[in-house]
């Protein structure tokens, strides 16, 4: 029996058969979203459709709450949602599935056998190859249009030259580690702890099998996913190969490699970021993504054409004030595919070379499960079938299907139904408000408990998003439906500097962050409180990374808060822009210059200049290995509110960085401290 399908029929006896001879009162507690049920929470991912429209491949994503893992399977549906099965079982992560030329055979990752390695699957009969055994991870598969040869990028490490040498030990010796000696800008990276002495390179490797052959070499990166020429003779590639690339580490460029002969020759050469190169499919024309560097803290992404050569570049959306990601040309060569997000709901649509833009799809995104970011993924065929993942504020995301002439949208899964059939979810309301400072019209969103009434009182949590360079959206988000479980009103919204609402929107924190962004905020909790259903008597707010800034700063100027919770902030600014994981990018764009050039200016933005004005009950809970804002940011915090005998307490969740939701059991953690430091402080 297949081993997903056992344990559903398992869980599923025992979900039925524990509901016998339950009081009441104990089914309805049942029925409240759970921390305990993140780990029941399944995803799509990376939907790839078939060249033809007739089948899409995707990835299934679920969580083993033995091994407080993600794991993922592949699986496969006709265009109409029938015939859908796995193509792979296991308790291992499958993922990247990419179809051949001929959709006869499939080529994806795995980590059945250790670490990820490429695996080959004939389609019609079931077999499969075991491609790789490589001492590397390989990333970024891309097949070669004849289906004959897989590009792909891998890190290749070096021996970097030593300063000293150290006498040996003798044999038997008990000695310490060697130091580690650092002389690169960036050495540590979130999520990665100290980096290797490793270079990301492209490869090509037999479908047939054997050896990679390494295309390019030198002290850079390869980035991105690799583009063949229609004749497979060259691969385009991103890299930021430039002189100075520590620190000017956005100055990507986009390169032609020859198969061949190695050579590598340059496309693109303006200052900034020039990527995701797209080969047109008659092959005369490129397109890319990137910007015009002016140093602001909010850059716009376009959409350039350019001829084959890298010549007569053509910015195509520079009239539309939106990001432009994932592109993708339509099979006649007149349009190009593209995602974007606008006012928190993430959109494909498709420009033609002269830029009129129209809409094929909303709602794509789903795959931050902890909350409502932005994000998703989608894939189109060559007849203009289109395959995305979908999700609204009541699923994380599915797998859902559309067509660019008929803009028809076709919902395929419903993974999560088995789950919220008996877990009755918060009910989310948009609203726009004015911001108290200029009038400027602001968005967010109410999400109320179960079972809302709203004759009664309820406590409020305000939830800030991070970046600050971000959006919120109309999306599922467990920790916001776990705080309304709890029977708190949540309310997340979109200050000015949040993205998906244009470059003069977004800048209005250009080297001004936090500040006006705090009124935006509070003038949203205003706005929810003339409702009439907020008890104004426990008013609670919390916030992750640039949330967890905007948390400490609004304590630092009000104490109308019962309780705050200040996720992995960053407490002063000077400290961070030195001690963070990339200190050649935040002095540059986010401040007008170092920080001890500007002393003043690092500090009146910095909330540990407000904390002698705090008086709110503040816990801090940072990731143990967070490199992003570092845990000596929650430290310098917590020993402050201390000092000045504020109510405090400090969380450090272990094995997490930044990303605290990596792991289910954290993101389970988190949402439970945060609840506990709120319950206690609730008049």
Known sequence: MNKQIFFFLFFTLISSNSIFGQSKDELISNSKFEPIDVFNLEYVSDPQISSDGSSVLFVRNFKDIMTDGNRSNIWISNFDGTDMFPI???NQSDFSPRLSPSNETLLYLSTKGGKPQMYLRWLDNGAESKLSNLNQSPTNLSWSPDGKWIAFLMNVPFEAKPLVKLPAKPEGANWETPPKYIEKMKFKADGAGFLKNVRKQLFVLSVDGGTPRQLTFGDYDVNGTPE????????????????????????SEIYEVFVNTGKVTALTKRQGPDTSP???????????????????????????VMTRTGSSSKCVTCKFDRDVENINWSDDGKGIYFQYNTEGNTRIAISDLNGKITDLAKDIGGLSIGRPYSGGQYSVSENGIFAFTHSTPDHPADLA??????KKINRLTRLNDD???????????????????????????????????????YPLILEIHGGPFANYGDRFSAEVQLFAAAGYVVLYTNPRGSTSYGKEFGNLIHHNYPS???????????????????????????????????????VGKTDRFRAAVVAKPVINWYSFVLYADNPAFFYKYWFPGKPWDHAEHYMKRSPISLVGNVKTPTMLLTGEQDY????????????????????????????????????????????????????????
């Open 88 to 90: 792979t079982t296991g």
């Open 228 to 251: 063949w020429t229609p004749n497979g003779s060259s691969i385009l590639m991103t890299s930021n190969r430039n002189k100075n690339r520590e620190m000017d580490p956005r100055n």
């Open 278 to 304: 797209k080969i047109s499919p008659d092959g005369k024309s490129i397109a890319y993504l990137g910007n015009d560097e002016n140093y602001d803290g909010y850059q716009v992404t376009h959409l350039y």
């Open 401 to 406: 299907t559309g067509d660019s002439k008929s």
């Open 419 to 457: 789950l919220f059939s008996h877990k009755k979810l918060g009910e989310v309301e948009e609203i726009w408000y004015e911001s108290s400072f200029d009038k400027r019209k602001i968005q967010g969103w109410i999400c109320k408990p179960p079972n809302f009434d709203p004759s009664k009182k």
């Open 516 to 554: 006006q962004d705090y009124d935006d905020l509070i003038s949203g909790v205003d706005a929810v409180i003339k409702k009439g259903y907020i008890d104004e008597d426990n008013l609670m707010v919390t916030g992750g990374s640039g949330g967890g800034v905007l948390t400490s700063w609004i």
């Open 628 to 683: 992003r804002t570092p845990m000596g940011e929650s430290e310098q915090y917590y020993a402050a509110l201390k000092l000045n005998n504020v109510e405090t307490a400090l969380v450090r969740i272990q094995g997490s960085g930044h990303g605290i939701a990596a792991k289910p059991s954290n993101l389970m953690a988190k949402v439970v401290y945060i609840l506990g430091w709120f319950e206690r402080y609730k008049k």
